[in-house]
């Protein structure tokens, strides 16, 4: 059984950086698709970003191209997210999730994930 965890969250300035782990254990990341959603309160469960099994295809939802960035290291099992020029409208609670695809490209987005973390809270706020 797969298990993830994210750490990394905490109080940032407006256009400041942090960055997101998500470390995996159980079994390997190895042929997961691996995603980033967060929640802001009130709001739906959003779709951040995504990266392939073997990390040839990424995605990100149009609010954070160009600010966020999506990588793994499937020798270590941990998929990070590293946020820059980071607004207000990001804080949110981020949760890392996988499932089981070993080849397709995958689609940012909050839907169709087997497996999730407890998630880790990001406030930007001066």
């Known amino acids: 059984q797969l298990q993830l965890v994210e750490s990394g969250g905490g109080l940032v300035q407006p256009g400041g950086s942090l960055r997101l782990s998500c470390a995996a254990s159980?079994?390997?990341?190895?042929?997961?698709?691996i995603g980033w959603i967060r929640q802001a309160p009130g709001k739906e469960r959003e779709g951040v970003s995504c990266?392939?099994?073997?990390?040839?295809?990424?995605d990100y939802v149009d609010s954070v191209k160009g600010r966020f960035t999506i990588a793994r290291d499937n020798t270590k099992n941990t998929v990070t997210l590293q946020m820059n020029s980071l607004k207000p409208e990001d804080t949110a609670v981020y949760y890392c999730a996988a499932r089981f695809d070993p080849s397709r490209p995958c689609v940012a987005s909050a839907a169709r994930w087997s497996y999730w973390g407890q998630g880790t809270q990001v406030t930007v706020s001066s």
């Open positions: 159980g079994d390997t990341l190895n042929d997961h698709a």
């Open positions: 990266i392939s099994s073997r990390g040839t295809f990424n």
